[in-house]
């Protein structure tokens, strides 16, 4: 049996982030607005993530595990 899906509250990213993903994923985020936007991730995989409210969710049968990093302007 996978791991069940869990949604937590909306998230609010105060900063522009990069992720580096450590495992395969599939997720989805939902914006303010009540659009959505899926992704899927490979292993190493990075993604920009501007900074913004979301409500994100773990689509797959496996814990999400990534890096965030805070990426700053000169």
Do not use: W
Not at 51 to 71: C, F, I, R
């Amino acid at each position: 049996m996978g791991t069940p899906v869990i949604v937590r509250s909306l998230a609010s990213a105060l900063v522009t982030l990069g992720a580096v993903f450590l495992a395969d994923t599939r997720g989805k985020f939902t914006f303010p607005d009540g659009k959505t936007e899926e992704c899927t991730t490979k292993t190493g995989q990075s993604m920009y993530v501007p900074a913004g409210e979301h409500l994100p969710e773990n689509l797959s049968n496996q814990p999400l595990e990534v890096v965030l990093v805070e990426l700053k302007t000169p």
